[in-house]
């Protein structure tokens, strides 16, 4: 079941989440501990479809490009 909220976003049940970013729902336990958003309704654990992907886009890692040394 989804939930539609006010903001547009939309709840989806933690299994189908879990899915849609390639993890398993004990990863996904971890996550919480770390902030990944949800919320438990009825005894089902749910998550917002779009907060939740923009957490985990949030949490790429870039490196510093190496500065180039002009050649004298």
């Known amino acids: 079941m989804h939930i539609q909220l006010p903001n547009g976003d939309v709840l989806i049940p933690d299994g189908e989440f879990a899915e849609?970013?390639?993890a398993t729902r004990?990863?996904?336990g971890s996550y919480d501990?770390?902030?990944c958003p949800?919320?438990?309704i009825a005894g089902v654990?749910?998550?917002p479809q779009n907060e939740g992907l923009n957490w985990f886009?949030?949490?790429i890692q870039r490196r510093n490009p190496?500065?180039?040394v002009?050649?004298?």
């Open 66 to 68: 190496q500065r180039r």
């Open 70 to 72: 002009a050649a004298r």
């Open 33 to 35: 501990k770390e902030g």
């Open 57 to 59: 886009a949030s949490r």
């Open 26 to 28: 004990r990863t996904l």
């Open 38 to 40: 949800f919320t438990i």
């Open 45 to 47: 654990k749910y998550r």
């Open 20 to 22: 849609k970013v390639g």
